[in-house]
């Protein structure tokens, strides 16, 4: 780590962001944490002499508001200074990976859903949050200093953005420069969607040393023993692979994927006529690189698409205690996917 990011932040201090809420794990819920103050007499004397002071001396110390303005800012500064290499050293200190979501402000409490997950595998110290826009940073940097960083250019306000809109192009066309970003800086990277949740440890399932690996979008069953290979292309010439959920090593195959990724997405811009998205790229990375890059395809059991597991209970209890990262999609709307976590016991934020 370099001097620059260890004088930011000392790791053992912060608890990080998902112990602000209850139910950390399944068999170890926690409760809401109170302070409590024992008003004995001299507790009461030192606070009615504080009042007192504050009482005489508030007049002068001018607007209170901007009190704290010095610290706040000095703060702020030094999150914008930030760089990517300071907070992937920071995140990786302990090893080789990084696991990496990109969230902006309104998606917060899906980062937070899945950072708790996350922790219940004991792998929540890689995480790395790619802020997508100032208030993000801020925010997960004020509660869980070092794991959030933003790489300008900042997109503009993010607002909840609904899939197909040019707004999702915009905020997801990012991903794969930040991904490149880091395999160049010579990490493995973890990258997922934060509306999705760990049931399990995927890490025993990244086995071997192929270059990039992914799950497959489709809802149809494989068989339990299906090939981890890309997939043949669909309906319209290209495979439907999620770019949800991606590892990748630092090799030069998992660099040119993403190299392609990015040339896809500018051959491919957004158009009220076309309404992209990141993924149709990604599959044509996928496939125009296919004969160049080693590819492996995650077992469906363990890496299910949500057009499966949420629609196929047959399934789902025929592959009980495979499963590993569930994807909340195959369904539209933030209300809608918080309402079917919970409808399946995945949302693991506790209610106060």
Not at 20 to 28: A, K, R, W
Not at 82 to 111: D, H, R
Request: glycine share 6%.
């Amino acid at each position: 780590m370099s001097p620059t990011s260890s004088s930011l932040h000392q790791r053992t201090l912060h608890k990080p962001y998902t112990s602000l809420f209850n139910n950390p794990s399944p068999d170890n819920p926690s409760k809401p944490y109170y302070i409590s103050i024992l008003l004995n007499r001299t507790t009461f004397l030192l606070l009615l002499t504080l009042l007192i002071f504050l009482g005489v001396f508030s007049p002068w110390i001018g607007n209170h508001s901007t009190f704290f303005t010095p610290s706040t800012l000095s703060l702020e500064a030094k999150w914008r200074g930030y760089t990517l290499p300071e907070a992937v050293s920071f995140v990786a200190k302990n090893g080789s990976t990084v696991i990496v979501c990109a969230v902006s402000q309104p998606y917060l409490p899906f980062l937070n859903n899945w950072l708790i997950s996350i922790k219940r595998q004991k792998h929540h110290e890689k995480v790395l949050v790619i802020a997508e826009d100032y208030a993000t940073l801020y925010t997960v940097n004020g509660r869980w200093p070092g794991h959030a960083v933003l790489i300008p250019p900042a997109p503009d306000a993010q607002v909840a953005h609904k899939f197909g809109s040019q707004g999702f192009f915009n905020f997801t066309s990012r991903r794969p420069r930040h991904l490149l970003q880091i395999l160049e800086l010579g990490y493995n990277v973890m990258y997922n969607d934060v509306d999705m949740v760990w049931l399990a440890d995927p890490f025993p399932y990244l086995k071997g040393n192929h270059d990039v690996y992914f799950m497959d979008d489709m809802s149809a069953v494989k068989p339990l023993d299906h090939p981890n290979v890309l997939p043949p292309p669909g309906k319209k010439g290209r495979t439907y692979i999620c770019s949800c959920m991606i590892y990748m090593h630092p090799t030069a195959g998992a660099k040119l994927v993403m190299k392609k990724w990015i040339e896809e997405l500018q051959v491919q811009p957004w158009s009220k006529a076309k309404k992209a998205n990141d993924q149709p790229a990604f599959n044509w990375a996928l496939n125009k690189t296919a004969g160049q890059v080693d590819l492996y395809l995650l077992p469906q059991a363990a890496f299910p698409t949500g057009g499966l597991y949420f629609k196929n209970q047959t399934w789902v209890d025929e592959t009980k205690g495979k499963h590993v990262i569930i994807h909340n999609n195959y369904i539209l709307g933030f209300e809608k996917k918080i309402k079917r976590f919970k409808d399946y016991n995945l949302w693991l934020v506790c209610q106060i």
